[in-house]
Protein backbone atom coordinates (compact mmCIF):
# COMPACT_ATOMS: atom_id res chain seq x y z
CA UNK A 1 0.00 0.00 0.00
CA UNK A 2 1.38 3.53 -0.99
CA UNK A 3 1.52 6.03 1.52
CA UNK A 4 1.19 9.57 0.46
CA UNK A 5 1.10 11.59 3.59
CA UNK A 6 1.33 15.79 3.94
CA UNK A 7 3.90 17.20 5.80
CA UNK A 8 1.46 17.96 8.58
CA UNK A 9 0.92 14.03 9.04
CA UNK A 10 4.48 13.44 8.94
CA UNK A 11 4.77 15.74 12.19
CA UNK A 12 1.72 14.20 14.13
CA UNK A 13 3.30 10.26 13.59
CA UNK A 14 6.62 11.88 14.80
CA UNK A 15 4.31 13.42 18.01
CA UNK A 16 2.46 10.01 18.63
CA UNK A 17 6.17 8.46 18.34
CA UNK A 18 7.15 10.41 20.85
CA UNK A 19 3.96 10.31 23.13
CA UNK A 20 4.50 6.51 22.71
CA UNK A 21 7.93 7.46 24.37
CA UNK A 22 6.93 9.72 27.04
CA UNK A 23 5.11 6.98 28.15
CA UNK A 24 8.31 4.07 28.03
CA UNK A 25 6.50 2.04 25.29
CA UNK A 26 7.74 -0.18 22.85
CA UNK A 27 5.10 0.84 20.08
CA UNK A 28 2.95 3.56 18.87
CA UNK A 29 -0.80 2.72 19.55
CA UNK A 30 -4.24 4.18 18.54
CA UNK A 31 -3.92 6.31 21.30
CA UNK A 32 -0.76 7.88 20.54
CA UNK A 33 -2.10 8.34 16.79
CA UNK A 34 -4.85 10.24 18.44
CA UNK A 35 -2.41 12.34 20.73
CA UNK A 36 -0.16 13.44 17.75
CA UNK A 37 -2.96 14.49 15.48
CA UNK A 38 -4.43 16.76 18.07
CA UNK A 39 -1.33 18.08 19.30
CA UNK A 40 -0.32 18.80 15.71
CA UNK A 41 -3.45 21.37 15.86
CA UNK A 42 -3.77 21.41 11.60
CA UNK A 43 -5.56 24.01 9.97
CA UNK A 44 -8.13 21.79 8.60
CA UNK A 45 -8.37 19.72 11.39
CA UNK A 46 -9.00 23.00 14.01
CA UNK A 47 -11.73 24.48 11.67
CA UNK A 48 -13.64 21.11 11.48
CA UNK A 49 -13.37 20.49 15.19
CA UNK A 50 -14.63 24.60 15.47
CA UNK A 51 -17.51 23.45 12.56
CA UNK A 52 -18.81 20.68 15.31
CA UNK A 53 -18.14 22.85 18.30
CA UNK A 54 -15.54 20.61 20.13
CA UNK A 55 -13.59 21.89 22.50
CA UNK A 56 -9.77 20.70 22.43
CA UNK A 57 -9.34 21.78 25.89
CA UNK A 58 -12.53 19.17 26.69
CA UNK A 59 -9.55 16.68 25.99
CA UNK A 60 -7.05 15.18 28.73
CA UNK A 61 -3.59 17.02 28.25
CA UNK A 62 -1.66 13.91 26.91
CA UNK A 63 -3.54 13.99 24.15
CA UNK A 64 -3.41 18.10 23.93
CA UNK A 65 0.43 18.29 24.41
CA UNK A 66 2.63 15.26 22.79
CA UNK A 67 6.45 16.70 22.10
CA UNK A 68 6.76 17.75 18.38
CA UNK A 69 9.94 15.49 18.03
CA UNK A 70 11.26 12.22 18.70
CA UNK A 71 14.37 11.45 17.50
CA UNK A 72 14.24 7.17 17.41
CA UNK A 73 11.93 4.53 15.61
CA UNK A 74 9.53 2.92 17.20
CA UNK A 75 6.95 0.21 15.30
CA UNK A 76 2.94 0.44 14.75
CA UNK A 77 0.99 -1.76 17.33
CA UNK A 78 -1.74 -4.04 14.59
CA UNK A 79 -4.78 -1.72 15.84
CA UNK A 80 -2.04 1.55 14.77
CA UNK A 81 -1.66 0.19 11.28
CA UNK A 82 -5.34 -0.51 11.04
CA UNK A 83 -5.79 3.24 11.95
CA UNK A 84 -3.25 4.39 9.46
CA UNK A 85 -4.92 1.97 6.55
CA UNK A 86 -8.45 4.05 7.67
CA UNK A 87 -6.91 7.04 7.35
CA UNK A 88 -5.69 6.49 3.85
CA UNK A 89 -9.12 5.41 2.93
CA UNK A 90 -10.43 8.16 4.72
CA UNK A 91 -8.44 10.71 2.37
CA UNK A 92 -9.53 9.20 -0.76
CA UNK A 93 -7.40 7.15 -3.85
CA UNK A 94 -4.95 9.67 -5.24
CA UNK A 95 -4.74 12.18 -2.33
CA UNK A 96 -2.37 12.88 0.38
CA UNK A 97 -3.42 11.81 4.25
CA UNK A 98 -3.51 14.62 6.40
CA UNK A 99 -3.13 14.62 9.81
CA UNK A 100 -6.70 15.44 10.18
CA UNK A 101 -7.59 11.73 7.96
CA UNK A 102 -5.59 10.44 11.28
CA UNK A 103 -7.98 11.47 13.49
CA UNK A 104 -10.47 10.16 11.12
CA UNK A 105 -8.77 6.55 11.06
CA UNK A 106 -8.77 6.72 14.94
CA UNK A 107 -12.29 7.08 15.10
CA UNK A 108 -13.25 4.41 12.39
CA UNK A 109 -10.85 1.50 13.62
CA UNK A 110 -8.84 2.95 16.93
CA UNK A 111 -9.05 0.45 19.81
CA UNK A 112 -11.69 0.41 21.97
CA UNK A 113 -9.94 3.02 24.45
CA UNK A 114 -9.19 5.81 21.77
CA UNK A 115 -12.50 5.33 20.09
CA UNK A 116 -14.01 5.79 23.66
CA UNK A 117 -12.20 8.93 24.20
CA UNK A 118 -13.59 10.39 20.99
CA UNK A 119 -17.33 9.09 21.87
CA UNK A 120 -16.46 10.81 25.53
CA UNK A 121 -15.99 14.09 23.15
CA UNK A 122 -18.89 13.59 21.36
CA UNK A 123 -17.03 13.03 17.84
CA UNK A 124 -18.61 10.68 15.44
CA UNK A 125 -16.12 9.47 12.70
CA UNK A 126 -19.11 10.49 9.79
CA UNK A 127 -19.69 13.62 10.88
CA UNK A 128 -15.68 14.74 11.31
CA UNK A 129 -15.37 13.02 7.24
CA UNK A 130 -18.17 15.30 6.37
CA UNK A 131 -16.65 18.48 8.50
CA UNK A 132 -13.14 17.68 6.95
CA UNK A 133 -14.48 17.31 3.20
CA UNK A 134 -16.48 21.12 3.79
CA UNK A 135 -13.16 22.55 5.11
CA UNK A 136 -11.35 21.52 2.02
CA UNK A 137 -13.68 22.99 -0.19
Do not use: C
Amino acid sequence: MAINLTEDAVHALNRAAAAAAREDKEAITPGHILAGAISQRAPALIKALDQLALALDALPEHLRDAPEVYGGHLPFTPDAHEVLAAAIESAGPGNPTASAHLLVGVAKAGDDESRGVLEGWGMREDALAAALAEADD
